[in-house]
């Protein structure tokens, strides 16, 4: 009867969707708004205002920087979340220690098979240098910080599974574990505030332009970084620190989720 | 004459802290009463030493704030404010003395001087307010600071009581505060200082709603006919409590608000082209002789005097809705006339209640020999009620006809002697019966109250006489009536 | 050192960098957190207030972050409504303050680092969603809010916090999607994510179905948040389980930011020019007059204070949001304000409550019977807070009912004005309830008269709020004349 | 008004997913089940404003030596990265909560919890 009551209600809320479907500017078409307005400025501008070839690299990092700021905070927001709904005082001495998992834990951590445990450890280092290009060549080709952080993330879970908690869980050194957690904000931050002090605008990238400058920005270019020569090397090292950040960060705050939820 | 004054706003503000310093310091008696005692005195001293000045025309004003843009929380005393202001603040200190020695046996006496200070501050904030939202916001507040003096008893029945009156005077204010609303949006201000804000210009149908509604709203606490369901329920509340209620501060404010609405938001002028009050004077007499005839029936002591005063409360809002400058003093000079002789029946039977345990009529058979200058004073106060010459209340009831003779109402002259045998016929029988009925074979010794409470009901049947005899005397309350009328009727 | 504009993003990055950090700094130091989040929270309050004080003598101003010109890069707006942040700093600082002894009693002790972080965290999102001009930025700063949000009804712990957290999440979750793919229609016809270009570009736009949907979307997803009648049923439980720091920032606040969402859609609107609104404003204005009446009525059956208190936070925004569809300047001012003083006014409820429940472990009526005589500070609090929400003048909550009522009239729909100075009687009924409990009845625990007054740093907060709540009422010219040119400014064309 | 649904297939079709996720929502009652109508939302969503953002013929906006005009529209696909960490997020969080109500009560039915309170 409900299912009833909601499929005719939900029907009769998409007779209006699909009318405004057929009203929207059309599907593909270069004409719309969508494409002349904004994007246009970016699609032509991008490279020599922000710096990387991949123009939704310049606009999630450089453009829309703060959109991207608030959204690593959400990341590390949904960690604290996790942290603050699942932690629970079971060894009230050793607060913040997982130093005496309760037998059951071992129970869970032990290695799934030979199989698949040996080809994880064979394969984690080519993740995470794949992780790594993924994150460091964001600038040039589909990919950044946060997918190269979704990688990093991803092994550190297949570690997990095939090594165990306790195993797993040295990846993250429990003295720089909240560093790492909050390093993706922590690195907008520090670079937006280094850009609001230098040049006068938070999260505004410097156009330094030197013999210095140019002669790194050559370097940096011979190697395959900024295409355009006259760029800027410092934008390009703030936007490599960017993705780079994004990563770790993001690595740390999945991995770390992973953990907590196996744990609890 | 303007002048700028800290007076009218330390008059509101020695209640409100001396309401603060019995709740700090209050738990010792001394300072509790110290501090009611204090500031009960200053406070008619100060509102007395404006007197002069108020007969002379001179307006004290005081802006304290403004509370919203274009509307100022504001004080200002001109006559009619400090006719009301009077007659709460000597009352205060009247009945703050009664209450010390009536309050002695009761629990939470802290709470109870608190409250009753703060009750009187808002008073006499409505009495000096500048304009209709800081009447309004007094009036509210004494809504608030007067229910935990109703409910004082925590019976049932107070909490019964308490809710009754919440309920009723909530409504009210929310009518007063549409009115308001509505008054600044046809009008623009609010503003009392002018014998009437609002012109015809702003729609018959605008103005008749907003009589309608404001009178509703005022007509709560005056507990016209039908609105005055609240009052006799609140009778649960101890006597000093009643007595307040019921003579001093809530019925009055209600009065007082009507009499606001009729000379200085509307005006004389309007309401008689509007012809809105025919109806209202019709309501009122019908209030007095409905409420008396019902009051002929109630054996509780308190509740026949709580019908009496929805009766008397009538005289003022008949008085005012006449329109004319000899009602217009009636119903100012009632506010004094029934305040006096009604707080000294509630000081009466307060004083019988403590003394003798006893709350119904018929057992005051023969009371007036053991507690002879009690019924004594309940004697003069009954003869004020029915109106013979030489008590206060003759002298209402003179200018009232006088005054529905000047507006070709003799009808309303039938009301008011109808009235009066009303009045007459619900009192005298409990004089007759204190007096004259004693149950044979008892013998009889001067039992009276305590002094605390003996002495201020004697002071107000005194003064019952005083203001019967010596009206027309300069600085007693007929002139500044007079200066009032003589302001809303621009003569 | 730096210019003063740059104040407009360091109240977001303070903050932030307190949220991210606390972890790292309370490290072993479990003492050291409340103090950190406290200092983080007053350096904020001060940029905060520096702002208000800016933009009260020079009007609005913006702030380009990144450098980038309008409409390519993020543009961080503050005009007065953004003004805002001052209540968002003044409750956030105050329920911090509370937090102090209340958190480290209730809460499981590895949990409470986070506790910090996302009260700090739900408080950045607050201040960037006010301040922010974009957009998208505007999704994302309700996104942090939001998560923040969910995740502190539940840090508790307590027996269905979990459950409520997740009715909780659900209803947000499904209106943050409405919000996005609101956002993408918007996108769609205008090219662009700016507000203030999108509002100069609607006026040109052919495709009025995606619009207006656009336009229902937004509507119907912030009212999701600011708990308006029909879409209601999250709060109650989440408020009422919540820790009662938390449930003040939630209740006085969280519920806002949908309310303020509907402003800021509203000034698009205005901004745009050519849309009728007026089905918008009715539907508002109706569910608005429902809440009023709906919230008091089931407040009324509510014996535990908390949800009590959380039912009055329906009816309240209902008072908010009728005056905003009333769209009247006088309604709108009233609304704006009552933003700020419900704020107020709930803050001192549901701290007071918090302390009252922390110190006597009970939390009904019944149960509370005669808590006055022993916790005589707070319960003043409490009875202030109560005058104040059935706006009794001279109480911050009476300017509202004041204004929003003569919008009314000034609007043309006087019975709305009817409607709402008699709904605010119905909540007297359930506040006199509680009065008469705690006041006036015997207690049903006598050993209730033997616990005493709260700490000093649970007083602190409850008695600054409601001072607040006395002097807000008889100073309430400051905040009107404050937002008044903004509301005129808004209005515009449409100016009542 | 047929033909332009029809050319614009590509937005109705997320629209659908849309309300078919809204349907899980509202009518599961077990709760990882309401919880996977809400992914389907977000992802009807993300798709939608991924499609706004389609040109027709157009690749990646990478200004590389081999691109060619025209590129895609950047904007749409920086947006939904933004959203899918956000919907990640919102998963995360509903995933513990879920968790710890199963601990709790047992079970994750809606009915059931409801006859728990």
């Keep these: 009867m409900k299912k009833l009551l909601v499929t005719a209600l939900l029907i009769v809320a998409g007779i209006p969707l699909l009318l405004m479907v057929a009203e929207l500017p059309p599907y593909g078409s270069a004409e719309n708004a969508t494409y002349t307005h904004v994007s246009a400025h970016y699609l032509e501008h991008a490279v020599e205002d922000a710096g990387a070839e991949n123009i939704v690299t310049d606009i999630i990092?450089?453009?829309r920087g703060f959109d991207t700021n608030g959204e690593v905070t959400v990341i590390f927001t949904a960690l604290a979340a996790v942290l603050a709904v699942l932690l629970l005082d079971?060894?009230?001495?050793?607060?913040?220690?997982?130093?005496?998992?309760?037998?059951?834990?071992?129970e869970s951590t032990q290695p799934v098979?030979?199989?698949?445990?040996?080809?994880?450890?064979?394969?984690?280092?080519?993740?995470?240098?794949?992780?790594?290009?993924?994150i460091l060549n964001g600038h040039a080709t589909p990919g950044g910080g946060f997918q190269g952080g979704t990688i990093l993330g991803a092994l550190a879970i297949a570690l997990t599974v095939v090594l165990g908690h306790k195993e797993a869980q040295r990846l993250l050194p429990e003295g720089l574990k909240p560093w790492l957690q909050a390093a993706a904000p922590l690195t907008f931050i520090v670079i937006g505030l280094a850009g609001l002090v230098s040049v006068g605008s938070y999260l505004e990238f410097p156009a330094v332009n030197g013999h210095v400058a140019s002669a790194v920005a050559t370097f940096f270019s011979n190697i395959g970084f900024p295409a355009a020569e006259g760029l800027s090397w410092v934008r390009a090292m703030w936007l490599l620190l960017l993705e780079f950040g994004i990563g770790i960060g993001g690595a740390a705050v999945i991995a770390s989720i992973f953990w907590t939820m196996e744990a609890e | 004459m303007e002048v700028v004054d800290i007076r009218p706003i330390l008059a509101p503000m020695l209640s409100l802290v001396c309401a603060g310093l019995i709740f700090l310091t209050g738990r010792q008696a001394f300072w509790r009463r110290m501090w009611s005692l204090l500031a009960a005195a200053l406070k008619l001293g100060v509102v007395m030493s404006m007197l002069p000045g108020t007969l002379n025309g001179t307006i004290y004003v005081f802006k304290l704030t403004d509370f919203t843009p274009g509307i100022g929380l504001g004080f200002r005393v001109d006559a009619l404010g400090m006719f009301f202001a009077i007659v709460s603040s000597t009352l205060w200190l009247l009945t703050t003395i009664y209450a010390i020695g009536y309050m002695e046996p009761e629990e939470s006496k802290v709470r109870f001087f608190g409250f009753f200070a703060l009750c009187v501050s808002t008073t006499v904030g409505i009495a000096f307010a500048e304009n209709l939202l800081t009447l309004f916001l007094f009036y509210e507040s004494l809504t608030i600071v007067t229910y935990p003096l109703v409910i004082h008893e925590e019976t049932p029945a107070a909490f019964k009581a308490g809710k009754k009156y919440l309920v009723y005077t909530l409504i009210g204010g929310a009518f007063i505060l549409l009115g308001t609303v509505l008054t600044y949006h046809t009008a623009g201000t609010l503003t009392l200082s002018k014998p009437g804000i609002l012109t015809l210009a702003n729609g018959t149908q605008t103005l008749t709603l907003l009589f309608v509604t404001l009178i509703a709203g005022f007509g709560v606490k005056a507990a016209i006919m039908p609105l005055h369901g609240w009052l006799p329920t609140a009778m649960a509340a101890p006597t000093p409590v009643s007595a307040l209620l019921h003579a001093v501060a809530v019925v009055k404010a209600g009065a007082f608000g009507i009499l606001r609405v009729i000379y200085n938001v509307f005006g004389v002028e309007l309401l008689r082209q509007l012809n809105l009050t025919?109806?209202?004077?019709?309501?009122?007499?019908?209030?007095?002789?409905?409420?008396?005839?019902?009051?002929?029936?109630?054996?509780?002591?308190?509740?026949?005097?709580?019908?009496?005063?929805?009766?008397?409360?009538?005289?003022?809002?008949?008085?005012?809705a006449l329109l004319t400058p000899m009602a217009a003093m009636a119903a100012i000079v009632h506010i004094a006339n029934q305040a006096f002789a009604k707080i000294t029946m509630f000081f009466v039977a307060g004083a019988i209640q403590r003394k003798t345990g006893k709350t119904s009529i018929r057992e005051f058979a023969g009371i007036g020999y053991q507690m002879p200058y009690t019924m004594g004073a309940f004697t003069v106060a009954a003869l004020s009620f029915v109106g013979v010459p030489l008590f206060a209340g003759f002298i209402t009831k003179w200018y009232l006809s006088l005054g529905a003779l000047e507006a070709g109402a003799w009808w309303f002259v039938v009301v008011m002697i109808a009235s009066a045998l009303l009045n007459a016929a619900y009192f005298l029988p409990i004089v007759y019966l204190a007096y004259f009925k004693a149950p044979p074979g008892t013998r009889f010794h001067v039992d009276e109250a305590p002094l605390t409470l003996l002495i201020p009901t004697v002071i107000?049947?005194?003064?019952?006489?005083?203001?019967?005899t010596t009206a027309e005397v300069p600085w007693m309350p007929l002139s500044l009536a007079r200066t009032a009328v003589q302001f809303f009727f621009g003569t | 050192m730096v210019s003063w504009p740059h104040w407009l993003v360091t109240i977001i990055i303070v903050p932030l960098v307190g949220a991210v950090l606390t972890p790292v700094v309370g490290r072993g130091r479990p003492k050291v957190i409340p103090i950190w989040a406290l200092g983080i929270m007053t350096a904020t309050s001060l940029a905060a207030l520096m702002l208000i004080i800016r933009v009260a003598q020079e009007g609005p101003f913006s702030y380009l972050v990144g450098g980038w010109a309008r409409p390519y890069g993020i543009e961080l707006h503050f005009d007065e409504f953004s003004a805002s942040v001052g209540i968002i700093c003044l409750v956030g600082w105050l329920a911090l303050l509370f937090s102090y002894h209340y958190v480290a009693e209730t809460i499981p002790a590895r949990r409470v680092p986070y506790f910090y972080?996302?009260?700090?965290?739900?408080?950045?999102?607050?201040?960037?969603?006010?301040?922010?001009?974009?957009?998208?930025?505007?999704?994302?700063?309700?996104?942090?809010?939001?998560?923040?949000?969910?995740?502190?009804?539940?840090?508790?712990?307590?027996?269905?916090?979990?459950?409520?957290?997740?009715?909780?999440?659900?209803?947000?979750?499904?209106?943050?999607?409405v919000v996005l793919l609101s956002i993408g229609l918007l996108y769609s016809v205008t090219?662009?994510?700016?507000?203030?270009?999108?509002?100069?570009?609607?006026?040109?736009?052919?495709?009025?179905l995606p619009v207006m949907l656009a336009l229902a979307g937004l509507a119907m997803s912030f009212m999701v948040k600011a708990a308006l009648f029909p879409l209601h049923i999250w709060l109650p439980d989440a408020h009422s389980i919540a820790p009662s720091p938390v449930s003040a920032i939630l209740s006085g606040l969280v519920v806002k930011v949908g309310v303020f969402g509907l402003l800021r859609v509203y000034q698009i609107f205005y901004g745009a020019g050519t849309y009728d609104l007026t089905g918008l404003n009715t539907a508002l204005v109706w569910l608005g007059a429902i809440s009023i009446v709906m919230g008091a009525f089931f407040a009324i059956f509510q014996e535990d204070i908390k949800m009590m208190l959380a039912y009055s936070t329906i009816s309240n925004i209902g008072y908010i949001v009728m005056g905003l569809g009333l769209a009247s300047q006088y309604s709108l001012i009233g609304a704006t304000v009552h933003i700020f003083n419900h704020a107020l006014i709930k803050g001192t409820l549901f701290l007071a409550a918090g302390a009252i429940i922390h110190k006597t472990g009970y939390r009904t009526l019944t149960d509370?019977?005669?808590?006055?005589?022993?916790?005589?500070?707070?319960?003043?609090?409490?009875?202030?807070?109560?005058?104040?929400?059935?706006?009794?003048?001279?109480?911050?909550?009476?300017?509202?009912?004041?204004?929003?009522?003569?919008?009314?009239?000034?609007?043309?729909?006087?019975?709305?004005?009817?409607?709402?100075?008699f709904g605010a009687l119905f909540i007297f009924i359930y506040y006199i309830r509680m009065v008469n409990s705690f006041y006036f009845q015997k207690p049903t625990h006598p050993e209730i008269l033997e616990v005493g007054e709260a700490p000093l740093s649970m007083l602190i907060p409850i008695l600054v709020l409601a001072t607040l709540c006395l002097v807000m009422g008889i100073l309430g010219r400051i905040p009107i004349s404050f937002i008044e040119p903004a509301v005129i400014r808004m209005l515009g064309p449409f100016g009542g | 008004m047929l033909t332009a649904l029809w050319n614009n297939l590509d937005y109705a079709a997320p629209m659908m997913l849309f309300l078919i996720g809204l349907y899980a929502v509202i009518a599961k009652d077990n709760l990882i089940k309401k919880f996977m109508g809400l992914n389907i939302m977000e992802t009807a969503v993300f798709a939608f404003i991924m499609a706004l953002g389609v040109v027709d013929g157009g690749s990646a906006p990478i200004i590389d030596h081999g691109a060619h005009a025209p590129f895609t529209n950047p904007i749409p696909q920086a947006l939904i990265l933004t959203g899918i960490v956000v919907a990640l997020s919102t998963t995360a969080l509903a995933l513990s909560l879920i968790i710890r109500i199963y601990e709790q009560c047992g079970t994750i039915e809606g009915n059931e919890l409801r006859e728990l309170g």
Excluded at chain 1, 96 to 105: I, L, M
Excluded at chain 3, 388 to 401: Q, Y
């Design chain 1, 90 to 106: 079971r060894t009230p001495a050793a607060a913040g220690e997982e130093s005496a998992p309760a037998p059951a834990d071992e």
């Design chain 2, 278 to 320: 025919v109806w209202l004077a019709w309501l009122a007499a019908f209030t007095i002789l409905t409420a008396s005839f019902i009051a002929l029936f109630q054996d509780n002591f308190k509740r026949r005097l709580a019908y009496s005063t929805v009766s008397q409360l009538s005289y003022i809002i008949l008085g005012a």
């Design chain 1, 113 to 134: 098979s030979i199989v698949v445990s040996f080809i994880v450890r064979l394969l984690a280092p080519f993740i995470a240098l794949f992780a790594l290009y993924v």
């Design chain 3, 191 to 208: 090219g662009s994510l700016n507000m203030a270009d999108i509002a100069s570009r609607l006026a040109g736009v052919e495709q009025r």
């Design chain 2, 460 to 468: 107000c049947a005194l003064y019952v006489i005083v203001l019967g």
């Design chain 1, 61 to 63: 990092l450089n453009y």
């Design chain 3, 117 to 177: 972080t996302l009260v700090l965290l739900n408080l950045t999102g607050m201040i960037g969603f006010v301040v922010t001009g974009d957009l998208f930025n505007l999704f994302v700063f309700l996104e942090i809010l939001s998560l923040s949000a969910y995740a502190l009804v539940a840090v508790s712990g307590e027996h269905i916090a979990e459950m409520a957290a997740f009715k909780y999440l659900v209803m947000g979750a499904v209106s943050s999607i």
């Design chain 3, 368 to 421: 509370l019977r005669g808590v006055g005589k022993a916790m005589p500070v707070t319960c003043m609090a409490v009875s202030i807070g109560a005058i104040s929400i059935v706006g009794i003048p001279p109480t911050a909550g009476f300017l509202c009912k004041w204004y929003i009522a003569l919008g009314a009239f000034q609007a043309g729909k006087p019975a709305f004005g009817i409607a709402l100075i």
